[in-house]
Each structure stands twice: as structure tokens, then as C-alpha cells.
Nanobody
Framework: QVQLVESGGGLVQAGGSLRLSCAAS????????MGWFRQAPGKEREFVAA????????YYTDSVKGRFTISRDNPKNTVYLQINSLTPEDTAVYYC?????????????????WGQGTQVTVSS
């Protein structure tokens, strides 16, 4: 099975940017659909973005469209989430996830492997 480790989180001012990385080990990620989720304090974990195995299909939740960009580098076994124009509402722990199903988008139950998360805090 695949192990996932996120990095790149931190404290940033509103309007700033961060690039989150998800490094995989154990298996190559080209066999997985990859997704990013986030969980704010007191809220349920929610879908942010997903990318298909060959990067031909990309999905975003409406609140991040135009600001976030998901990408994957299969040879480097890494998935990225570029997050721009951050607002305090983006404050959350961001999780990387992998799905080995034929199709997966926003449903948490579709993802089988999860990282430990990286904290993103946006100050106003």
C-alpha cells in the first residue's frame, strides 16, 4: 500500500500563497487517483481537489476554483496543491489522499489512503 506525507503548510497572511506537497512511498502514485481534502476546526473534512491518474481530469470544489491548482508528478511520486489568494476561511488541516478505484472525485469514502495532514493558517 502507499504511504503519504504532506508538507508545505504554515502561517500566511490573507492574500498570500502556499504550495503543499504530498510525497508518496511504498507504491507509485500513477496507479491512484489523488485528492486533497481539508478540515477546519469544528468542521467535517471536506473535498478540495482531485486529479486523475494521467492528469486528464481535474476537479475542484467551488470555493477554491480559480485560486487552487492541483497537479501531480508521477515520476517524482508527488502531488501538489498550489493555493493562492488565501483567506482566513482557508485555515484548516490539509490532507492528501489516494484512491485505487476506477473513478473517484469528492467523496471521502472513495479514498483508501490518507496522509497525516499539514496545517495551513491564514491570518487576516
Amino acid at each position: 500500500q502507499v504511504q503519504l506525507v504532506e508538507s508545505g503548510g504554515g502561517l500566511v497572511q490573507a492574500g498570500g500563497s502556499l504550495r503543499l506537497s504530498c510525497a508518496a512511498s511504498g507504491r507509485t502514485i500513477n496507479t491512484y487517483i489523488m485528492g486533497w481534502f481539508r478540515q477546519a476546526p469544528g468542521k467535517e473534512r471536506e473535498f478540495v481537489a482531485a486529479v486523475s491518474r494521467g492528469s486528464t481530469r481535474i476537479y475542484y470544489t467551488d470555493s477554491v476554483k480559480g485560486r487552487f491548482t492541483i497537479s501531480r508528478d508521477n515520476p517524482k511520486n508527488t502531488v501538489y496543491l498550489q493555493i493562492n489568494s488565501l483567506t482566513p476561511e482557508d485555515t484548516a488541516v490539509y490532507y492528501c489522499a489516494a484512491s485505487d478505484r476506477l473513478a473517484a472525485t469528492s467523496g471521502l469514502e472513495m479514498y483508501d489512503y490518507w496522509g497525516q495532514g499539514t496545517q495551513v493558517t491564514v491570518s487576516s
